[in-house]
């Protein structure tokens, strides 16, 4: 049995989260090269390279989704279009908007640009129409209209004393514009699909295009004629001269550039001859023969950072990756949207990392300190369990790299979940949606690397349920195995020796609809399982009875597990919540909230302090067990008010009112300050010293007051003192500053009514004075009248 001095859980609080951050669209890098910009959703994303973190969030304020932005070139100035089709002008450091006009276009803006002063803004219409908008003087200088389609780009030549501005349209070619006269002077045909991007050489006399069509076109500027065709992929950037790039296969001078797309893997392109130089070496695992188009590992912008001699890529799951040159290594990356997250594991030693599986083929790995991420290749598929295989992977202990080191593919169908053996690295149980469970035995020794992978095989394969098996697990001491499925039963199963066949011991029954979790104490001998039913059950292993019933989730519980050595359950559901709950009691002690849908993974470390819970919103939340903090610090405030309440005590006796009333405020506690006002009015000029004691407060302290009047009033008791402090502060104070008061309108209000009470009362019993002092004098009357 657990410790009997265990000290339960109360209470965990938020330490970290991570968050989407891009979900498709522009991105754009600080010419300083510190800060990542793109869009998500209604906000403007800035991202700092070295830490990971989002330094800033620029939100419309019309919960408008921000259809483009662009950063000026001197990175002061941020603009953004919504598809209210207002621009804003941000002081973005700030996060504060210092201008907001209409745009003159009668659809969105798709696409917009800073010319190299800062001073032009151009902005491209989803009508075909571009406008040029003067951001220091504050209005429209051109309209350009001819352009067919939506306008998705717009560039200006990096040498303004030419004063040319490049679009392109739906109709797949691109214009040249003289700002002088408003004209189109050029169109450059080439291209047979949208054209996706435009890089200039600095001198300004050549320009290299991409499109969609997958070729990349070099045009000389100065006859404004199409020097040669590369059939290549989609983004393109120009190389940086006069850098030694021998190791990219640059060995010659002229124009290079690199090229991402489709493919997923960038290469170097010769301008001159049109040829391949060198090919990117595809990341660990994700060798599986030609990416098709649409696929997650394709290329969608590629962006330079001259400065540091880097990279940029945007891949279409909306990761950003940064590579160094010339090895095009791989620097950083960045996951802009995890999509919905299916599960996850603390990983590493000192449980420094997590390991996040969702409805994508690759496999994320973070870094909780630096918020770097591995994207780890290898499944195929919509999803990690869609290719029906079992993967197992090795972290090195040092780096952190993680690695493919075994693989087995036997089941008929997606594997649904998959659970360790727990004494030593022996075996691997699988549940499938084919109704299988197997058990995948693990050699003594395992391989360090990627080169070499092992091939798992299955020894035990067992038809375990009718339907989905949505769990497994096995027993601390690795002898029993435990199964849930759609089916809404739990199994109990024999693992037996090494080589031995399952062997059923047991059925649990009494879910009314399918298990989605089973877990074994890590004390008892108890299983827990969970239902979409909305219950949790904890069921004998003996007899297979239920011992327990939890129920507080609204839908589904997805997810269970042990913590406070199994005298406690964190328990998430559907309804984006986490329950933590003591097993004893069968009490929930605590409800966390920090989901917006079904809440798939929770996991906790080894040393029972944090837990990580994943969700289908696309937010992984880290959670620190605040318990003994939250003790410590109640411990210290009652500590602190005991301390207050004797120096309350002394100061009434030393008749120190004034810091007497301070000290009570601040407490805030209305029935001592209602002592210490009793006490003020029971001394001699008790009424004037009370004037002068609540004159000497500080606003704050009137403001609590006045607040503990509108409560002392209800009642007759104290009612004579709350009108006393009444009288003081209508008396001293204006109406204007009375009303600067926090609440007052309300308090005021609030003593209206009782105070006409308190006075029809008080009219009442004068009246019943004056009656009483009328027969007192009609009976002194009779008695001196003789006749009587």
């Excluded at 693989?407 to 022996?426: D, Y």
Aim: a negative charge.
């Amino acid at each position: 049995m657990a410790n009997v001095n265990l000290q339960f859980k109360t209470n965990y609080a938020v330490s970290s989260t991570i968050e989407p951050f891009y979900k498709g669209g522009k991105v754009q890098i600080s010419k300083d090269e510190k800060y990542i910009f793109c869009t998500c959703g209604t906000r403007v994303n800035v991202l700092e390279i070295v830490t990971g973190k989002i330094v800033h969030s620029i939100e419309q304020d019309d919960q408008e989704d921000i259809t483009s932005f662009a950063l000026s070139l001197d990175d002061e100035i941020l603009v953004t279009a919504s598809k209210a089709l207002l621009l804003k002008q941000w002081e973005w450091k700030q996060a504060q908007c210092t201008r907001s006009w209409r745009a003159i276009h009668n659809v969105p803006i798709a696409s917009m640009t800073f010319d190299p002063t800062s001073t032009l803004l151009a902005t491209g219409g989803c009508d075909g129409t571009i406008k040029l908008w003067d951001v220091l003087k504050q209005y429209c200088t051109h309209n350009l209209k001819g352009s067919s389609g939506v306008v998705h780009l717009v560039d200006f030549h990096p040498d303004m004393s030419l004063l040319q501005l490049f679009s392109s349209a739906s109709d797949c070619t691109i214009r040249v514009w003289d700002l002088r006269s408003s004209q189109c002077v050029c169109i450059l045909k080439s291209h047979y699909s949208p054209v996706t991007s435009l890089a200039f050489t600095p001198d300004g006399t050549s320009m290299v295009s991409s499109g969609r069509d997958k070729i990349c076109t070099v045009w000389d500027l100065k006859t404004r004629t199409a020097k040669r065709t590369v059939p290549v992929y989609e983004s393109v950037v120009l190389l940086p001269e006069g850098q030694d790039l021998s190791e990219m296969g640059v060995k010659t001078r002229g124009l290079h550039f690199i090229t991402a797309g489709s493919k997923g893997v960038l290469r170097v392109w010769e301008a001159s001859s049109a040829r391949c130089v060198f090919t990117q070496t595809p990341p660990s695992g994700s060798q599986g023969g030609e990416v098709e188009d649409g696929d997650p590992r394709s290329l969608t912008h590629c962006l330079p950072l001259p400065s540091s001699l880097r990279l940029a890529t945007v891949t279409a799951e909306h990761n950003i990756l940064l590579y160094q040159l010339p090895g095009l290594t791989t620097q950083k990356q960045f996951v802009g949207y995890n999509d919905e997250v299916l599960d996850v594991k603390f990983l590493g030693k000192n449980d420094s990392h997590i390991v996040v599986a969702t409805n994508s083929s690759q496999l994320k790995v973070f870094d909780l300190d630096t918020s770097s991420c591995q994207i780890l290749y290898g499944h195929t598929g919509e999803s990690s369990v869609q290719d029906k295989t079992v993967r197992l992977w090795r972290q090195d202990q040092e780096s952190g790299e993680v690695c493919c080191v075994g693989l087995g593919s036997s089941h008929a169908n997606a594997v649904g979940s998959i659970t360790c053996s727990r004494m030593k690295e022996s075996f691997l149980v699988s549940g499938s949606q084919d109704c299988t469970i197997k058990v995948w035995d693990l050699p003594d020794t395992v391989p360090e690397t990627d080169s070499d992978i092992l091939e798992l095989s299955a020894r035990v394969t067992e038809k375990a349920h009718d339907k989905d098996v949505n769990s497994v697990a096995v027993s601390p001491n690795d002898k029993l195995l435990a199964s849930g499925s759609q089916d809404r039963l739990a199994k109990l199963w024999s693992l037996g020796a090494p080589g031995a066949n399952l062997a059923l011991l047991g059925v649990f029954r009494g879910h009314r609809r399918g298990v989605w979790c089973v877990l074994f104490s890590p004390m008892d001998q108890v299983l827990a399982t969970s239902s979409a039913d909305g219950s949790i059950k904890l069921w004998g292993l003996q007899d297979f009875s239920c011992l327990k019933t939890f129920e507080g989730h609204d839908a589904s519980v997805l997810k269970l597990i042990f913590v406070s050595r199994g005298t406690q359950l964190l328990s998430s559901g559907t309804d984006g919540l986490v329950k933590l709950w003591t097993i004893k009691t069968n009490e929930c002690v605590k409800t966390l909230d920090a989901h917006q849908n079904k809440v798939w993974g929770l996991h906790a470390t080894r040393k029972d302090d944090r837990m990580v819970t994943a969700s289908a919103d696309s937010n992984i939340t880290v959670w620190t067990d605040v318990t003994e903090v939250e003790q410590a610090e109640e411990q210290a405030k009652q500590e602190d008010q005991i301390l207050k309440k004797q120096e309350l005590s002394n100061l009434l006796h030393e008749k120190k009112y004034l810091k007497a009333l301070g000290l009570a405020i601040s407490l805030d506690q209305p029935h001592t300050v209602l002592k210490v006002i009793k006490a003020i009015r029971q001394e001699v000029g008790g009424e004037e010293q009370l004037e002068k004691t609540l004159l000497k407060l500080r606003q704050d302290q009137k403001e609590s007051m006045l607040r503990y009047c509108t409560v002392w009033n209800t009642n007759a008791r104290s009612c004579l003192d709350a009108q006393a402090v009444i009288r003081v502060m209508l008396t001293h104070l204006s109406p204007e500053e009375l009303l600067q008061y926090q609440g007052a309108r309300s308090h005021l209000e609030g003593l209206i009514p009782y105070t006409e009470r308190h006075l029809q009362r008080i009219g009442r019993l004068l009246q019943a004075s004056m009656f009483l002092d009328y027969i007192a004098l009609n009976t002194a009357s009779i008695n001196q009248n003789p006749r009587y």
